[in-house]
């Protein structure tokens, strides 16, 4: 993880896609000197988290070397928790419908759609504060992260049902640790980082 954020900052990404092959052998060469009984769930595991987490965090560093990527990162962070919490609030108000009851029994598809258009309204108000991102592509922007920020919600959820957690850590007492708190970020920054190159470039 580490190795991934050096690269973003001082390689770019060419140095991000170096790190990543690295990690293979060298989790190939860890597992063979520790007699690992099940190579390949240790293996997997490991490059989930790595690749999951790692890269995620090496896309906001990558996203802020761009022109106004601080911007665009603040912008994608808040519509980020902005959507969460309205997928809260609007599945405590209105939730009737639930969206994935086999991965998590709380998630409505009513609190999904509020979620979804607050956090698109919320990208597209912060961009008319900044006169670089045009309405067309803060439309773009927020629409990339009012989706995928729930895939990444419902992808953590898959892990820690998986893994048999209700919680990935216990930092915010009853709200979880970290990773419950970052889960739908780690997606969203990716494809913020993507659609704002496709601007710069």
């Known amino acids: 993880l580490a190795g991934m954020m050096v690269a973003a900052r001082s390689d770019g990404q060419g140095g991000v896609l170096g790190v990543m092959v690295a ?9 063979l000197i520790r007699d690992q009984p099940r190579p390949t769930v240790a293996i997997g595991g490991t490059l989930l988290g790595v690749y999951w987490i790692g890269l995620a965090f ?39 419908r639930p969206l994935a009851p086999r991965i998590s029994p709380n998630k409505t598809v009513e609190g999904l759609f509020c979620g979804i258009l607050l956090a698109v309204l919320a990208v597209f108000i912060a961009g008319l504060y900044q006169t670089y991102l045009t309405q067309g592509k803060a439309l773009e922007l927020g629409l990339a992260v009012a989706v995928l920020g729930p895939l990444g919600d419902l992808f953590e959820s898959v892990v820690k049902r998986d893994a048999g957690a209700k919680d990935a850590g216990t930092l915010f ?29």
């Open 23 to 31: 990690v293979v052998p060298v989790l190939l060469l860890t597992v």
């Open 173 to 201: 007492g009853p709200h979880g640790g970290i990773l419950d708190r970052v889960d739908s970020a780690l997606f969203t920054v990716v494809v913020g980082y993507y659609i704002w190159l496709s601007v710069v470039h």
């Open 58 to 96: 090496a896309h906001v560093e990558l996203l802020r070397q761009l022109p106004h990527g601080n911007g665009i990162l603040l912008d994608v962070l808040i519509g980020t928790f902005v959507g969460d919490t309205g997928a809260y609030f609007g599945g405590r108000l209105f939730g009737r």
